[in-house]
């Protein structure tokens, strides 16, 4: 079995910057602006806010109020300054911590 970050990289850090950038932009900020703030091209938002990119995760860190409030503060940050995208892989963690917890990530597999 594989370790629980490979699934959690392939498919719910993904998943993490589709949240961010829709977040972003729904609170008025523009494609470049959103990709600026994320260290991403603007094609790479426009996937994202397309569903073309971070679908397959989706689902799992939907199931997870917890995991949506820690995607929501990831925002917040980022706007007010006090985080930038570098911090994305300790959000990610904390997002691994809550669905594992919540028996939602197991090894490779999402439940």
């Not at 993904?14 to 008025?28: C, N, Q, T």
């Not at 996937?47 to 799992?60: C, D, N």
């Not at 949506?68 to 911090?87: P, Q, Y």
């Amino acid at each position: 079995m594989k370790p629980h970050c490979i699934f959690m990289v392939k498919y719910v850090l993904p998943a993490l910057r589709a949240k961010v950038a829709k977040e972003l932009v729904s609170r008025g900020y523009r494609i470049k602006e959103a990709a600026e703030m994320l260290g991403l091209t603007q094609a790479a938002v426009s996937q994202y806010l397309s569903s073309k990119r971070g679908q397959k995760g989706l689902s799992v860190i939907e199931k997870s109020k917890k995991a949506e409030d820690v995607v929501r503060e990831l925002v917040d940050n980022i706007i007010s300054g006090k985080a930038t995208i570098e911090d994305e892989a300790d959000y990610l963690c904390r997002v691994c911590e809550i669905l594992r917890a919540e028996g939602l990530v197991e090894g490779e597999h999402a439940v």
